[in-house]
C-alpha cells in the first residue's frame, strides 16, 4: 500500500489534554480515559460534560480532558454531582471514583445519591487496592489478596468480604443502568465502551443513575508485572467479581 | 421602608437568602435550625430553586461546594455536632476559594450537649474556620432576627467579593426568637461575575475551568495570595456595635444572644447610676482588636458574657493585649442547672458591682 492510501484508524481523542498520563505502566486508567473521550465525543456532549474525579490516582482525573471539572473530596464526588447537576440539568455530570473512594469512605454517599435518583453518571475503577497511597486493602480486595494492611492476605474474619458495588447499585431503585466490565483486551474494550454510553445515555434520557464498574489492573499495589496483572484478572478478579450487565431499564416506575 | 413581620431570627436567615437571591439549599435537620430548611423547602422550588435534605452534614458541605462550583449562590445550614462535620468540606472550599454561605445556630456541647438547646459553645470551631489547613473564613454574628435578616444578605455580598465562605453564628436564642423584621432587599453593589463557574465550555466559548481544590502548584505563592485576601477583609470588613460605651467606666463585651442580656444590664446599671457601656462584635473573624482595645481602655474595665467556659473571651484577650484587667462570666451563672437555664441581666449587673 502506498503512503498516500493510508487511512488513519487510530488517533489521540480531540477531548483528550495535552497532559501525560500520569499513571504508573501498566495501569489500565489510560483506557478507562480514552473510552470516556471516545464516548463523550460521539454522543456530542463534550460543550456540557462535567467530569468530577474523586481522592486517589482519580484525582489527577480532571487535568487529562478537555472538559470543566473538578477534583473531589474523598467519597464526596456524587453530593457535588448533585448539586451542579440539580443547578444546571442541562449538564452532563461524571464522577470517577475508586474502590476506597466509593466503596470505602464515600459508600454512604454513593448510596445516597442512587437512593436518590440522581440524574448521574459513576465510573467505578475496582483494581482491588488502594493505589496512591501504596498498596493498602480496599473493600474490593479478594480474600486471600496479600496487601500492605492484609500481609497474611485478606481473612474475612479481620477485614470482612468483598463489596460488589454493581450488584449492589443494581438493586436500588433509582439507578437506571448498572455493569461490570474489564478493558483489558481488545473485544473487552469494544464491551466495555458500549456500556459506559449506556450509562451516559440514561443521564442524556434523564432516565436514573447510570453507573460503570471497571476491573483494572494495579501493578505496583499487586506487586505483579503486567501480564501477571491480566492473568490475575482472567483468573481472580473475573471468578470474584463477574462481569455483565446487572441492571438495564429505559423507565423507573 | 419595607414591610414589617414578627418572625424568628431562623426564618429571617431563611428569608434573607432568598432576598439575596440564593435559590440552592443543602441540609441535614438538626435542632434548632431545622426550620430553616423546612421554610425553604417550600418556597425554593416556587421560586425555580431547589431544596435538598441531604443524608449527612458532610454530604451538605459538599453539595454546597458543588452548588457553589455552579456559580449559583448557595447556602446550607447547621449546629453543633453538624457544624463539627462539617469541617473537612469548609478546607476544601477555602482552598477552592468559591463563594457560598454557611449558617451555625449554635447550641450547647459538647457531645450531644443539651439535646439542642442554647449555648454559644461553636465559637472558636467556627472563628477558626471549622476544618483542617490554614485558612479563614468571614464569620458574623447576628443578634437579633432584624440582623439575621440583614447578615445573610451581607454574606452573600462578602462572600462574593472575596471569593470565601462566609458564616452566619447565629444561635439558639436569636434563631427561636421572634421580632418585628422589616423585609427589604439590601443593595451592597456590584459583584465579580463568576466566569470560572462549572457549567460546561459550550457556555463559555470552549474556554475550560478545572478546579483541583487546592495549592496543587506554586505552595508559597498559593498561601501569600490567600494570606493578602484576608489582610484586605481584615483591614476592610470588621464590624461592630457599641452601647452607650462615650461615658462608660465599665465595658460589658458579649457578642449573639448573649449581647442582648448585656444590653439589659447596661439599662438596669444605668437606672442605678453605674457607668455601663456594650461593646459588640458584629464580624467575630475578623474581630475588631483594634477598636474593642480602644474602647476598654477608656473604660478600664471589661466583664466579657457568654454562654460557654469560655471561648469568645479568648479573642478579646487577644485584643486587651494585657492592657486592660478582665473578667469573664460565663456558663456557670446560668440561673438554672438543667439545659433551660440562661444568664439573666440582673446576674450580670451583680457581677458587674462585684468587680466595681
Known amino acids: 500500500m502506498s503512503a498516500e492510501n493510508k487511512v488513519k484508524v487510530y488517533e489521540t481523542p480531540k477531548l483528550r489534554s495535552f497532559m501525560p498520563i500520569v499513571h504508573c505502566p501498566g495501569c489500565h486508567y489510560g483506557i478507562i480515559i480514552r473510552i470516556l473521550c471516545e464516548n463523550i465525543e460521539e454522543l456530542g456532549i463534550e460543550d456540557r460534560t462535567i467530569l468530577l474525579g474523586g481522592v486517589g490516582c482519580s484525582y489527577t482525573w480532571p487535568i487529562f480532558f478537555n472538559l470543566d471539572a473538578a477534583s473531589c473530596p474523598h467519597g464526596r464526588a456524587p453530593a457535588m454531582a448533585t448539586a451542579l447537576k440539580r443547578i444546571h440539568p442541562d449538564t452532563i455530570v461524571i464522577t470517577c471514583q475508586g474502590d476506597g473512594d466509593l466503596g470505602a469512605i464515600g459508600l454512604g454517599c454513593f448510596m445516597n445519591a442512587l437512593s436518590r435518583g440522581e440524574k448521574l453518571t459513576t465510573i467505578f475503577l475496582n483494581n482491588a487496592g488502594y493505589g496512591q497511597t501504596g498498596g493498602q486493602m480496599a473493600p474490593t480486595s479478594l480474600l486471600g489478596q496479600v496487601t500492605t494492611t492484609t500481609p497474611g492476605g485478606r481473612d474475612p474474619e479481620i477485614s470482612g468480604y468483598p463489596l460488589h458495588v454493581a450488584e449492589l447499585a443494581a438493586v436500588m431503585k433509582g439507578v437506571a443502568y448498572s455493569a461490570r466490565v474489564t478493558a483489558h483486551t481488545p473485544a473487552n474494550f469494544g464491551r466495555a465502551k458500549k456500556a459506559v454510553k449506556l450509562a451516559l445515555q440514561k443521564q442524556l434520557d434523564g432516565v436514573g443513575y447510570g453507573f460503570v464498574e471497571f476491573l483494572s489492573a494495579c501493578p505496583p499495589s499487586w506487586r505483579m508485572s503486567t501480564d501477571e496483572c491480566w492473568e490475575f484478572i482472567d483468573k481472580k478478579m473475573l471468578a470474584e467479581y463477574p462481569l455483565g450487565e446487572f441492571k438495564n431499564v429505559d423507565r423507573i416506575d | ?356
Not at chain 2, 431563611?14 to 421554610?39: H, L, M
Not at chain 2, 431544596?51 to 446550607?76: C, D, H, N
Not at chain 2, 457599641?242 to 461615658?247: C, G
Not at chain 2, 457607668?275 to 478600664?300: D, N, Q
Request: proline share 5%; with cysteine.
Open chain 2, 1 to 356: 421602608m419595607g414591610e414589617k413581620i414578627l418572625i424568628t431570627g431562623n426564618e429571617a436567615i431563611a428569608r434573607g437568602a432568598v432576598a439575596a437571591g440564593c435559590k440552592y439549599f443543602f441540609g441535614y435537620p438538626i435542632t434548632p435550625q431545622s426550620d430553616i430548611g423546612e421554610y425553604l423547602s417550600g418556597v425554593l422550588p416556587q421560586i425555580d430553586g431547589a431544596f435538598i435534605q441531604s443524608e449527612s452534614e458532610s454530604a451538605s458541605i459538599y453539595m454546597l461546594y458543588g452548588g457553589a462550583l455552579s456559580g449559583e449562590r448557595v447556602m446550607t445550614s447547621t449546629s453543633g455536632c453538624g457544624f463539627a462535620l462539617m469541617g473537612e468540606g469548609i478546607s476544601y472550599i477555602s482552598a477552592a476559594e468559591v463563594p457560598c454561605v454557611l449558617v451555625d445556630v449554635m447550641r450547647m456541647g459538647p457531645g450531644i450537649g443539651t439535646g439542642g438547646q442554647h449555648g454559644q459553645t461553636d465559637y472558636r470551631l467556627a472563628t477558626t474556620g471549622g476544618g483542617h489547613g490554614g485558612y479563614r473564613c468571614i464569620v458574623l454574628a447576628p443578634a437579633s432576627p432584624q440582623e439575621c435578616f440583614d447578615l445573610v444578605q451581607l454574606a452573600f455580598y462578602l462572600s462574593d467579593i472575596y471569593r470565601i465562605l462566609t458564616m452566619v453564628l447565629s444561635d439558639f436564642i436569636i434563631g427561636r426568637m421572634a421580632e418585628p423584621v422589616e423585609i427589604r432587599t439590601i443593595d451592597f453593589g456590584p459583584v465579580p461575575e463568576k466566569d470560572w463557574a462549572l457549567v460546561g465550555k459550550g457556555k463559555k466559548g470552549g474556554r475550560i475551568d478545572r478546579q483541583l481544590g487546592g495549592p496543587v502548584m506554586g505552595v508559597p505563592e498559593f498561601h501569600t495570595h490567600q494570606r493578602e485576601k484576608y489582610q484586605k477583609i481584615v483591614d476592610n470588613e470588621v464590624r461592630y456595635e457599641t452601647y452607650q460605651v462615650d461615658d462608660a467606666d465599665f465595658l460589658l463585651v458579649s457578642y449573639g444572644s448573649s449581647a442582648r442580656i448585656c444590653h439589659g444590664a447596661v439599662d438596669m446599671g444605668r437606672t442605678e447610676g453605674l457607668k455601663l457601656g456594650l461593646f459588640r462584635p458584629i464580624t467575630v473573624w475578623p474581630f475588631p482588636k483594634k477598636e474593642l482595645r480602644e474602647a476598654a481602655l477608656r473604660a478600664g474595665k471589661v466583664l466579657v458574657v457568654e454562654d460557654s467556659i469560655g471561648e469568645f473571651v479568648d479573642d478579646v484577650e487577644f485584643a486587651l493585649l494585657g492592657q486592660v484587667p478582665f473578667h469573664l462570666l460565663g456558663v456557670w451563672a446560668r440561673h438554672l442547672s438543667g439545659g433551660s437555664g440562661i444568664i439573666h441581666p440582673e446576674r450580670v449587673l451583680a457581677e458587674v458591682k462585684g468587680l466595681l
